[in-house]
């Protein structure tokens, strides 16, 4: 009995505009991506996130992809 849906509640509304979310109760608008498919795609043959290789000199990069915020290699090259 305790637990029964209150008839006089207000439904809450689960719907959320295309690009945006809600967090803590605000609408947050989703930053538009600035890069096009074909850009997606090509980062995926060369960055060192998915290669594990500098795009520059080839040097390997530690596969410690959790911790890792920087891809900077010795050779100079950098990922900003």
């Known amino acids: 009995m305790d637990f029964r849906l209150d ?3 207000e439904p809450a509304e689960l719907w ?7 967090y803590n109760g605000e609408l947050i608008l ?7 498919q ?5 980062l995926l043959d060369w960055h060192p996130m ?4 500098c795009p520059q000199c080839g040097a390997s990069f ?8 920087h891809w900077d290699c ?7």
Do not use: I
Not at 38 to 42: A, D, G, I, S, V
């Open 16 to 22: 959320e505009p295309q690009g945006a979310s809600y």
């Open 50 to 53: 998915f290669t594990g290789k």
């Open 30 to 36: 989703q930053p538009q991506q600035r890069l096009t």
């Open 7 to 9: 008839p006089s509640a």
């Open 74 to 80: 010795k050779c100079g090259w950098m990922d900003d």
């Open 62 to 69: 530690d596969r410690d992809y959790t911790s890792r915020v």
């Open 38 to 42: 074909q850009q997606k795609l090509e």
